[in-house]
């Protein structure tokens, strides 16, 4: 099996539906500035004249980066999710741009972290790559890919991805990144894996750059719209496809397997459990995300067997059309997902067909099976 030809993707950023709406005092008109006899302006009618140049926005959250975008590639990261010693150990999920749960085999997950515009001083623990990694990653450009091996066959696609320049293996083992990677020695083997982005990104030196953005977000002021319509309950009056979305369960499997995200408007994030259990990192913090994307995707076993009990490694279908639910704000749209290609990248549309606007900041997207239903409330 070959992974498909990767390219440099992404959409334009676009304001989202609510954009035309807008707070008092919002207005950009520009006041007019009294005309002098002399050619020189005067210093104030200068800054008034000169309007200030927006700050640049990171590409895979949409928010602010006062000091520039880093010229730098996402670095995608494995990280396990199958069993409480794993998720006893999870570290630096919080600081991704993008995570994306997989359905792998057995009716387990896995994920890949994004790391681009932020960092991450301890990521762990860092596991073996998956065939659906290089399908999804194919809409990030060259990106360096962090992961502690797999099987052949996922091997060879990564191998022959990297030997013609598609990404960059950044394996733990017989790659320039070797070195990044660290064992925990107070914490049993295999779940002890880590790394840093700033180790990775030392290496990487000035390989690769930065990705095209692959979402759409809300503007600034929408975004302050979007939230006191959402606090009122009246989102669904603004939003085609608009509904209920304080309490949102994705159900994977089993219910070890099926995280619950909370609305906490608070802080402005989607808080993961599962049941009544905090899904908690190892230093406390519990798992959040400004957006939950679900997209409900095939799943069907491959040829190939993942480990020795003959258990089968998914293939995942990224490619086509489905259902989707995005949420935020604590409110969700149900609408579709669309990707023509593995060259293209995923659009996430609401009835109408446009495209529906994330909040700026980090996102979650759910590689759902579609033969389960996520609920809403």
């Known amino acids: 099996m070959s992974a498909a030809r990767l390219r440099s993707a992404g959409v334009a950023l676009a304001l989202g539906p609510l954009a035309a709406v807008c707070l008092a005092g919002c207005s950009t008109a520009k006041k007019a500035v009294h005309v002098q006899s002399s050619p020189t302006p005067s210093p104030a009618e200068s800054s008034e004249a000169a309007p200030t140049a927006p700050s640049p ?7 602010p980066a006062p000091s520039g975008v880093p010229n730098r ?7 396990p999710n199958d069993t409480a010693q794993a998720r006893g150990f999870q570290t630096g999920l919080n600081s991704a741009d993008i995570v994306y749960e997989e359905p792998v085999e057995g009716g387990i997950t896995r994920f890949i972290a994004l790391y681009q515009c932020r960092d991450a001083a301890r990521i762990e623990p860092i596991r073996s790559a998956r065939f659906v ?8 450009g060259k990106v360096l890919f962090g992961h502690a091996g797999g099987i052949a066959q996922v091997i060879s696609d990564v191998s022959a991805a990297a030997a013609s320049g598609r990404l960059i293996d950044a394996n733990y083992s017989g790659t320039p990144y070797q070195g990044d990677y660290h064992r925990d020695t107070s914490r049993a083997e295999p779940d002890n894996l880590y790394t840093s982005t700033a180790e990775i990104y030392k290496t990487a030196g000035t390989t690769g750059s930065a990705p095209a953005p692959v979402f759409t977000f809300f503007s600034a002021t929408s975004t302050v719209t979007a939230t006191a319509s959402a606090a009122a309950g009246v989102s669904a009056t603004v939003e085609p496809g608009s509904g209920a979305g304080s309490v949102v ?3 994977f499997s089993a219910p070890a397997y099926n995280p619950t995200w909370t609305w906490n408007a608070g802080q402005g994030v989607y808080l993961r459990s599962y049941g009544s ?9 519990q798992i959040q995300a400004a957006n939950i994307v679900i997209q409900l995707v095939s799943v069907t076993p491959s040829q190939y067997a993942e480990d020795i009990t003959g258990t089968k490694e998914n293939l995942v279908g990224t490619v086509g059309t489905g259902k989707a639910v995005v949420c935020r704000l604590g409110a969700c749209v149900t609408g579709t997902w669309s990707r023509p290609a593995l ?9 109408s067909g446009a495209q529906i606007p994330l909040q700026p900041g980090s996102t979650w997207v759910e590689l759902e099976p579609n033969t389960q239903t996520p609920s809403m409330s």
């Open 277 to 285: 259990s905090p899904h908690k990192l190892t230093d406390g913090s």
């Open 73 to 79: 590639p996402v670095y995608a990261v494995k990280v």
């Open 343 to 351: 060259s293209s990248v995923t659009q996430y549309l609401d009835p």
């Open 133 to 140: 990694d290089l399908d999804v990653l194919q809409q990030y």
């Open 249 to 251: 369960t994705v159900p």
């Open 57 to 63: 926005t990171c590409p895979l959250t949409g928010q």
